[in-house]
Structure formats: C-alpha cells, structure tokens
C-alpha cells in the first residue's frame, strides 16, 4: 500500500520519480479500508525538504499512510512560501481535536536557546501532553526528542564545545526490540547537532530505556513505554547531501566547521557523498509504523485508555 498525499504537494511528484508508491487522495478514498493516520509536526526551517525526506520513509511499508502536515500555530516560518504552508498545512489549533495513530516531531536548528526561550515552548508542551490521549505514538527527533525528554522526564540537554558532526557509528543494544527488528549490530548514522543528552541522566529515569548509541556522540535512540514515545537524537532521515548543503552553508558564511566525520569519500568535500544509512532508516520507520499497525486501537478515540 502506498503513502497518501496531495498530487499538488512537492513530495508527491519527488517520491514518484524515484519509484516510491504514492497514491492520490482521490484514489485512496475508493479503497474500504482505514488508513492509518501519520501526523508530521514540521519544526524544520526547510518545510518541503523535510517533509518529504519522512514521507520517504513512511511511504515505503505495506500499509496506507494518510499523511498530515502540521505546524505551530503562532510560529510564522521565514523560509518557505506562506502559500505552501496555507495550503497543504493546519495548525495545532486546528487538528486538537483529532485522533493519530502515530506523530513525527521533528527537530528545529534552535538547540543551543533554552527550551524556556523557545517562542512556541508553551504549545509544544501543549502538544506533548495532547499526545498522550490524542497520539497512539510519538517519534520525536533531535531537538524534538530532547525537548521530549526534558518535557516529560526532567533529563537536560548539555550544550558541546564543538558540534557532533557526520556519520557515526552506532550500537544496536536491543535487537528484540520491535523497533530494531532486522536492524545489524552496528550502522551509521548522520549526525547534527551542538547538544547532548548524557546516559548517566537517562539512566537516571527508571522508565527509559536507550535503545540505540554511539560511543562518539551518545545515546542516539531512547523509548518511554509509559508515553508511547520514541526519543530519536539524530537525522536517520536525511537525504544523501544534506551533511553536504549544512557544510557548504557554514563554509559559504565562514562559520568555524569541521568535515562532517565518515562522510565524504576519503574526507575529501570535493567528492560526491554516499549514503550508508538509508537502508537502516527504511528498516527503523518500517519497524515503527508495523509496531503501530498491530498495537494501534481501531477506534482512535481509545487511545491512552487502559485497553490501549
């Protein structure tokens, strides 16, 4: 079964060309079946880039995805078309009252502020809680999972005195985890980000549980049975030359950056970049929709109670 998406929306003809199987709404709407529903809250400055690099990703399972675009309500976004945004987005506001089989956080380039500072922390809270009677699960990601963790479990972020920067290998340390079913005992994984997140503070928090780890850049993948949630620290998303387009940004501007680690060919920015971490990605989004398929209840509005 293939994702569901606007045939307008950018992603649509993106995933298409490269054999992902997507459907038109009109299309899916002549299938008997009931979709799941998959939310995509885009902190991301880049709008379109992100939200098709997970459309990517959640497209490519057997089940009907029906995907929806959401973005804070008082945010406004500086980097992309407000007609975009107004057609193919609705605010928090607008979807409260609905039922989600599963929610994507993505991450936001503001780790280094304070989450207090945050001009929309106040409704990102709102949202976290709203989850766990409205959201079946959670996939937070960078910013978005340690903003999770700090909501939820009081675990603080640590600012570094340089940036994790790259693809670096990471630990498998739960292979019967639904979550890493299939997945080998170590891969790689790209990396970005001025901040962590320490074990000893994690496994301060007897409901956490790290899944996944590099011994460079730390605990990469942390679920909470208790909130349904999965706090993913790095970009198991990210295109082939998305490391490539933060490097040249930075180097453009002279920003201080080093060359992302493990990245390049022989480190040479002159090369093209390959992409070692792709077929882990489809694997860990497979393993998350799955696990959602089979423990989600059929009518959304059972979610977060006992029978959940």
Not at 180 to 202: K, N, Q
Request: overall charge negative.
């Amino acid at each position: 079964m293939p994702i569901r998406l606007p045939e307008n929306l950018p992603a649509f003809g993106t995933l298409k060309t490269e054999g992902v199987n997507v459907m038109s709404e009109s299309a899916a709407d002549l299938q008997d079946i009931r979709p799941l529903r998959i939310a995509l809250l885009n902190l991301m400055p880049k709008k379109i880039e992100t939200e098709t690099q997970f459309s990517r990703l959640i497209g490519a399972t057997p089940l009907q995805i029906e995907l929806h675009l959401i973005r804070m309500s008082e945010h406004v976004s500086k980097n992309t078309d407000p007609s975009h945004l107004e057609e193919f987005y609705r605010t928090f506001e607008d979807i409260k009252d609905e039922y989600f089989d599963g929610l994507i956080i993505t991450g936001a380039p503001i780790e280094q502020i304070p989450f207090e500072d945050v001009t929309y922390w106040k409704e990102l809270k709102e949202i976290f809680n709203w989850t766990q009677t409205h959201v079946h699960s959670t996939m937070a990601v960078c910013w978005g999972g340690m903003a999770a963790l700090y909501h939820f479990h009081d675990v603080p972020k640590q600012l570094l005195d340089a940036k994790y920067f790259g693809c670096f290998r990471h630990n498998n340390l739960a292979p019967t985890s639904p979550y890493l079913r299939g997945i080998s005992d170590d891969f790689l994984v790209p990396v970005s980000r001025w901040t962590e997140i320490l074990r000893a503070d994690i496994d301060n928090v007897e409901e956490l549980e790290v899944l996944v780890e590099s011994e460079i850049s730390g605990p990469c993948l942390i679920e909470s049975k208790k909130h349904r949630i999965l706090m993913n620290l790095n970009h198991f998303e990210y295109d082939s030359d998305t490391l490539k387009g933060e490097y040249d940004r930075d180097i453009k501007a002279q920003n201080p950056i080093n060359i992302p680690d493990n990245y390049y060919p022989n480190n040479d920015p002159s090369q093209q970049p390959k992409n070692r971490w792709m077929s882990t990605a489809h694997l860990l989004y497979g393993n998350w929709i799955n696990e959602i398929y089979q423990t989600t209840p059929f009518d959304l509005t059972k979610i977060g109670t006992q029978n959940d």
